[in-house]
């Protein structure tokens, strides 16, 4: 039924309210004061050369990112895991050993390799 | 699954854990450089593949599943997986050199090799469609790097992206059948899923679809024609160990797993498949060795050469049954013992990738390095299938199962073939045999080579002088395959 919905629909209108009423008040008090080191990207970190959408990305973003995945898919799995440890017992415990460790020697070749050190 | 369970799955893929773990230490002592790390690293693989070898001999005194029935170890697999310890060990020791020469010695090297190598034990022992796939990705990820692995040349570059970029085409193809056939049969289990296709109509358009895109993907993967244009390319930008190892390893697990597939546990797929299969031999074994004839890089032509080999393959797995699959079996061996004696040769006459690898570099070698030489004759005489080399029985086998199933005329066919595709063979041997050189090959054997080129010559001569023999173990596996 429609009806059900009414209050999605009553917090949406709020919310496009509220927020309309927010980005109204902060125009009209706050000073516009606009300079270049104001309008980059980022006010901080390292210097931007070029427009992100060249596809002109600092390399070794890709390798943050990648040493992301790892810790991500390893997070994926240990939530999982332990819910059902109990169930599983000391098979389970030694089995996510086995995997850390295994994630562990690619961390440490990466760390040795110097990917967490950042080149300017 | 309880902990006796457990523990016999452990011990049943026990070859496949030595390798990763031997990786994973080569892989942390590759991180501490230091003199002479490279043989370290070269021996510490090649010890922990011969021990993974003992272990799959010691288990294959008795065939189990394991993991539930994902994994298998039987007669088939170690027999595949014996050919890949070969290739790899073989790879292996001709690998130091070149890597030398191009100054491209890095630790990484080895611990890929090893990872490519437990992705194709994987995939040779998956009983199971997504342990096969996770198998064939392992592989391949690892060959990718290994085929851009001279960093600071650029045709390894382009090779490494183009083959990244169709092995993902491929592998994605493969996906999808595995996908269709998974929603026909609610299983990704060979058997099971062979159990279920039995009540499945052969004339089910989504059947068809299913086998359509998994063949396609595993044609793509051994370079069968339609799906090769990526092998010439690839296998010339490849550094040539790397090269010899796709050649050989890569597609040993591409064919066992074609094998496991179409001809032992999804057999009832032969009427959908059998007609287009048939074409793309017969097409593969034609351009294969035209295109063959007027290449000028040698490794270009090894490649072509190599599609064309795979076209005798696909003869193989037409002739289906034990007979089929033995001399398909027998074939790999052949291929690959020779194969890689060739590509020490190419290794040796190396003169930097930046140069590429001429034909030419072959001519007067009989003059400067008679050793050698003799060699590399006995390694073209065997690719171009001539007694009384390995390669002839190969062949031969190849051809007596094919006349046996009643394909007379695909025999013919292939027997054509092979004779136009001894030609460009037989002008190397003419290069190094007829022909002056002002400025001859001057290289020193490493002992590293001399080993594998003794290996791979006593393997080749070997092999035609007691075919049957090498005939009776291939056929003993590939009727334990198919019990």
Wanted: negative net charge; hydrophobic residues 55%; charged residues 10%.
């Amino acid at each position: 039924m429609p009806i059900d919905f009414l209050p999605v629909f009553l917090m949406v209108a709020v919310v496009i309210a509220l927020s309309a009423f927010i980005l109204t008040l902060s125009r009209l008090i706050r000073p516009h004061n606009p300079y270049p080191e104001k309008n980059r990207p980022y006010e901080c970190g390292v210097d931007h050369v070029g427009e992100a959408s060249a596809g002109m990305f600092k390399v070794q973003y890709f390798v943050i990112a990648i040493l992301f995945v790892v810790f991500d898919v390893e997070t994926m799995f240990l939530f999982p895991w332990a819910v059902v440890l109990k169930d599983m017992g000391l098979f389970g415990y030694v089995e996510m050993f086995v995997f850390i460790v295994l994630l562990l020697v690619g961390f440490a070749y990466a760390w040795i390799k110097g990917a967490l050190e950042w080149v300017s | 699954m309880d902990l006796t369970q457990i523990t016999s799955s452990v011990l049943a893929s026990g070859p496949e854990i030595i390798i990763i773990l031997g990786a994973c230490v080569a892989l942390m002592l590759s991180l501490v450089p230091r003199p002479g790390q490279g043989a370290l690293l070269a021996g510490l693989s090649l010890v922990m593949i011969a021990l993974a070898a003992a272990m799959s001999l010691t288990l294959a005194q008795n065939p189990q599943t394991a993991y539930g029935g994902m994994f298998v170890n039987d007669g088939f697999s170690t027999f595949f997986k014996m050919l890949l310890y070969l290739g790899t060990a073989l790879t292996i020791l001709i690998s130091d050199r070149y890597l030398g020469t191009e100054d491209a010695a890095k630790g990484e090297y080895y611990v890929l090799l090893l990872f490519a190598l437990s992705g194709a034990m994987i995939m040779v022992s998956g009983k199971d469609l997504l342990i096969i796939y996770v198998g064939l990705e392992l592989q391949a990820l690892s060959i990718y790097v290994l085929v851009g692995f001279l960093t600071t040349n650029t045709r390894s570059n382009e090779a490494a992206l183009k083959y990244v970029i169709l092995g993902a085409f491929s592998s994605g193809l493969l996906l999808f059948g595995l996908s269709l056939l998974y929603g026909l049969t609610g299983t990704t289990q060979l058997e099971a899923m062979g159990e279920a296709l039995d009540s499945v109509e052969t004339s089910s358009p989504l059947l068809a679809l299913a086998t359509v895109f998994l063949i396609v993907g595993l044609l793509f993967k051994v370079g069968a024609v339609p799906f090769h244009m990526w092998v010439p390319d690839i296998y010339e930008g490849a550094p040539s160990p790397v090269t010899g190892f796709m050649s050989t390893v890569g597609k040993v697990a591409a064919v066992a797993v074609i094998l496991r597939l179409l001809i032992q546990d999804l057999a009832m797929l032969d009427p959908i498949w059998r007609g287009s299969v048939e074409a793309v031999a017969v097409l593969t074994l034609a351009a294969g060795s035209f295109a063959a004839l007027v290449q000028t890089n040698i490794k270009r032509m090894l490649a072509y050469s190599s599609i064309a080999h795979g076209g005798f393959l696909l003869l193989g797995l037409l002739a289906g049954g034990s007979e089929g699959l033995a001399s398909v079996m027998l074939y790999l061996l052949i291929f690959t013992v020779t194969n890689l004696g060739l590509f020490a040769v190419i290794v040796l006459l190396n003169r930097g990738a930046g140069q590429g690898e001429n034909i030419q570099d072959f001519s007067g070698l009989a003059k400067s390095q008679p050793g050698v030489a003799l060699m590399a004759l006995v390694f073209l005489l065997s690719l171009a299938g001539i007694p009384p080399t390995g390669g002839f029985f190969a062949k031969f086998y190849v051809l007596v199962a094919l006349v046996d199933a009643g394909f007379v005329l695909l025999a013919v066919f292939a027997v054509l073939l092979s004779a136009i595709a001894a030609w460009f063979y037989l002008r190397v041997i003419m290069l190094m045999y007829m022909e002056q050189n002002d400025q001859p090959a001057v290289f020193q054997v490493s002992p590293a080579i001399g080993w594998a080129l003794i290996v791979t010559f006593t393997g080749t001569v070997l092999t035609g002088v007691l075919p049957a023999w090498f005939l009776g173990v291939s056929k003993a596996a590939a009727t334990a395959g198919l019990g």
